[in-house]
């Protein structure tokens, strides 16, 4: 499949009052053209810095260490988008060739703004295009992302709409430019979960009509089964099980994304506790020797005290980094409930 972004080696650290954050530590991945990758983990796990730097939206205390960030434009060519400057990546990149979708409409909207100028003024921005054209455009736009009388709401405040009329906004705004990849940042948490369903519902449709690379970041699995072809699972600021949606969900081999997966709510279980992983992840003030997550794993062995563990190779597309995978470890039983879970996800999916 024909990458779109590839992501190598990329290594990031800030410099704060207490110290340096190591928060991006060498992550590696790549996104299909056409498909939707979504990146997972608790809380400063590292996926919005990840994307912040695919946009050119890291803070100035940020200093990228490694890494390139590949981008492959309309015409074929190759971007190292680490080598554009901010002005740059304002003026090329963010909104005609990556757009985002931030998980809080009312902080990306300006409050003292018609929705239908702030539609126009990316276009206008962008495109060589008359004030007339580019409110018809926004009128479109407004249509295709389901927002009922387009002509009249163009003219609303943004407080005079509901939650989910407001993420359609920005969603609007985002599509405005015609970008290539739509990245997603907690889209469907502000809202309540019927309107959740309506807006991934709405981003997949967008995503078929355009022809879009879509990238989710999230901490819902439930949202990943849904819109994801391919799962990244983050970790204290590295990727420790890569794989595409089903590999993820029905084998996956991290002790991690088992902890991930047994914390989702199950209505056919007959545990009447929720399950949380133990513990916290580490500060990355004091990098962490080994494996980061050795401290809240009961799998754990004494080489994870001391070395961090290789991606290992499971598929053509399934990779995982924990020393469970080495020929010489002992076999582990997955935990019961999970093991219950997975059969019934197969079961439901007709996988063997």
């Given at each position: 499949?024909?990458?779109?972004?590839?992501?190598?080696?990329?290594?990031?650290?800030?410099?704060?009052?207490?110290?340096?954050?190591?928060?991006?530590?060498?992550?590696?991945?790549?996104?299909?053209?056409?498909?939707?990758?979504?990146?997972?983990?608790?809380?400063?796990?590292?996926?919005?810095?990840?994307?912040?730097a695919?946009?050119?939206?890291?803070?100035?205390?940020?200093?990228?260490?490694?890494?390139?960030?590949?981008?492959?434009?309309?015409?074929?060519?190759?971007?190292?988008?680490?080598?554009?400057?901010?002005?740059?990546?304002?003026?090329?990149?963010?909104?005609?060739?990556?757009?985002?979708?931030?998980?809080?409409?009312?902080?990306?909207?300006?409050?003292?703004?018609?929705?239908?100028?702030?539609?126009?003024?990316?276009?206008?921005?962008?495109?060589?295009?008359?004030?007339?054209?580019?409110?018809?455009?926004?009128?479109?736009?407004?249509?295709?992302?389901?927002?009922?009388?387009?002509?009249?709401?163009?003219?609303?405040?943004?407080?005079?709409?509901?939650?989910?009329?407001?993420?359609?906004?920005?969603?609007?705004?985002?599509?405005?430019?015609?970008?290539?990849?739509?990245?997603?940042?907690?889209?469907?948490?502000?809202?309540?979960?019927?309107?959740?369903?309506?807006?991934?519902?709405?981003i997949?449709?967008?995503?078929?009509?355009?022809?879009?690379?879509?990238?989710?970041?999230?901490?819902?699995?439930?949202?990943v089964?849904?819109?994801?072809?391919?799962?990244?699972?983050m970790?204290?600021?590295?990727?420790?099980?890569?794989?595409?949606?089903?590999?993820?969900?029905?084998?996956?081999?991290h002790p991690?994304?088992?902890?991930?997966?047994?914390?989702?709510?199950?209505?056919?279980?007959?545990?009447?506790?929720?399950?949380?992983?133990?513990?916290?992840?580490?500060?990355?003030?004091?990098?962490?020797?080994?494996?980061?997550?050795?401290?809240?794993?009961?799998?754990?062995?004494?080489?994870?005290e001391?070395?961090e563990?290789?991606?290992?190779?499971?598929?053509?597309?399934?990779?995982?980094?924990?020393?469970?995978?080495?020929?010489?470890?002992?076999?582990?039983?997955?935990?019961?409930?999970?093991?219950?879970?997975?059969?019934?996800?197969?079961?439901?999916?007709?996988?063997?």
């Open positions: 499949m024909e990458k779109i972004l590839s992501v190598k080696n990329l290594d990031i650290t800030f410099r704060t009052n207490a110290g340096k954050i190591h928060a991006i530590r060498g992550i590696n991945f790549d996104l299909p053209a056409g498909k939707t990758l979504a990146l997972v983990g608790e809380s400063g796990s590292g996926k919005s810095v990840t994307m912040k695919v946009t050119g939206l890291l803070d100035d205390n940020a200093t990228i260490n490694t890494g390139e960030i590949l981008y492959r434009a309309g015409d074929g060519k190759i971007i190292n988008l680490l080598t554009l400057s901010k002005k740059e990546m304002r003026r090329n990149i963010n909104g005609q060739q990556i757009a985002m979708v931030f998980q809080d409409p009312m902080t990306s909207l300006d409050p003292t703004m018609q929705i239908g100028e702030q539609i126009t003024e990316a276009i206008l921005l962008h495109k060589k295009i008359s004030a007339n054209d580019a409110k018809e455009k926004a009128v479109e736009l407004l249509k295709l992302v389901g927002i009922n009388e387009p002509e009249k709401r163009f003219k609303n405040y943004p407080h005079q709409l509901s939650g989910g009329q407001r993420q359609r906004v920005v969603i609007a705004i985002a599509l405005s430019c015609e970008p290539k990849i739509l990245i997603c940042d907690e889209p469907t948490t502000a809202l309540d979960v019927t309107i959740q369903a309506r807006i991934l519902d709405l997949q449709d967008i995503q078929m009509k355009m022809g879009l690379s879509v990238i989710y970041i999230t901490h819902d699995l439930g949202v089964a849904k819109v994801a072809d391919f799962v990244n699972v970790y204290a600021g590295k990727i420790i099980e890569t794989g595409t949606v089903d590999e993820i969900f029905y084998d996956p081999r991690y994304t088992w902890g991930l997966l047994l914390a989702m709510p199950d209505l056919d279980t007959n545990d009447d506790r929720l399950y949380s992983i133990p513990g916290s992840p580490p500060n990355l003030l004091h990098e962490p020797e080994g494996d980061a997550f050795a401290a809240r794993n009961k799998f754990a062995m004494k080489i994870d001391r070395e563990p290789p991606m290992f190779k499971i598929s053509e597309t399934h990779f995982a980094a924990t020393w469970l995978l080495h020929p010489d470890a002992p076999k582990i039983e997955l935990p019961p409930e999970l093991n219950l879970r997975l059969a019934r996800a197969r079961k439901a999916a007709n996988i063997l």
